[in-house]
């Protein structure tokens, strides 16, 4: 039976993937934000999964705004990387995985949450620049990636606890898919950031990390945080954050956040990643290898590497 490992969450700024298209990482300025993500590609070595449902938003690539639907699943067996201007991304096309994403459109229409269906599409930065962060630039991507577009472009995006729910029931979906398979669910995109008008380069660290404090512990409180409060404290694109609600609601109530990274700037936004697993227990935690332990002391290097490069 198909379970889910982890959850994570992960930028998906498209300087990030300039950086790294354009040789930049060891720069002091992108160091600071690559280092964060170091010992995460290590977690995802471990982790190795099956399969990655990656939950994000298109930037007008596969979708213009003549047709944006809310939540749209990429069912289809490849999606290759978008133009976004500039010419595609000199990165793998992402290979999907259709049977489990045929399976879980199903399950989770027949769960009353109307997907979108899309056979079809190219994938920009929101989806390509989390795996990179997350499994380095490989020849090609570890595993199949099941993208989930969700829509926080055009108004009216979906309501957090919407996709929270709609989290659950991607839970139940991949946990009655018959085959042995170790899925770990991302969510992208965030956290503050105004890109235009007045407020342009907005940045509430205070509130980000509140949010990740609450991902972790209480996210029914983030479920009903209403879009004003996200506009409001996180700026205009700050709403992108729903979408981590999406990941949230896939895993347990209870979890072990095993890692943590925040920095500010990226482009003009902050920089959240947190990666989340099942809550193993007292007992089971006490046994074996402590990969909550062993990343936290990653999470102090990784600060003092960024005191170190400023
Ligand atoms: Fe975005």
Request: aromatic letters at 8%.
């Amino acid at each position: 039976m198909a379970r889910i490992i982890a959850g994570v969450t992960s930028s998906h700024v498209p300087a990030i993937g300039a950086a790294i298209d354009n040789h930049q990482t060891e720069e002091p300025y992108w160091k600071r934000v690559f280092s964060g993500f170091e010992r995460s590609k290590e977690w995802m070595r471990q982790a190795k999964p099956d399969v990655v449902i990656l939950i994000y938003n298109d930037h007008a690539s596969a979708f213009s705004v003549e047709m944006v639907p809310t939540f749209a699943l990429g069912c289809a067996a490849e999606f290759p990387p978008a133009d976004e201007g500039w010419g595609p991304r000199p990165v793998p096309v992402v290979k999907g995985h259709p049977e489990l994403a045929a399976h879980i459109a199903q399950s989770v229409i027949l769960d009353e949450f109307d997907l979108t269906v899309v056979n079809k599409m190219e994938v920009d930065h929101g989806l390509t620049v989390p795996l990179n962060l997350l499994f380095g630039s490989p020849k090609e991507w570890p595993c199949p990636v099941i993208p989930l577009a969700v829509n926080v472009v055009l108004y009216p995006p979906p309501t957090g606890h919407r996709c929270f729910m709609l989290g659950r029931a991607i839970r139940k979906a991949v946990q009655s898919y018959p085959e042995d398979l170790r899925v770990v669910v991302f969510g992208t995109g965030g956290m503050s950031h105004q890109i235009s008008g007045p407020r342009a380069g907005l940045i509430n660290s205070k509130f980000d990390k509140a949010f990740l404090d609450n991902l972790s512990k209480n996210p029914q409180k983030l479920a009903r945080m209403p879009h004003l409060e996200y506009m409001r404290e996180a700026g205009a694109e700050g709403i992108e954050m729903v979408m981590w609600l999406v990941m949230r609601g896939a895993l347990d109530d209870k979890v072990d956040e095993v890692y943590r990274f925040y920095t500010v700037p990226a482009s003009n936004t902050a920089v959240g990643h947190i990666i989340l697993e099942p809550h193993r227990g007292k007992k089971a935690a006490g046994k074996g290898k402590k990969p909550a332990g062993k990343l936290k002391r990653a999470a102090a290097r990784a600060k003092a590497e960024v005191r170190r490069s400023k």
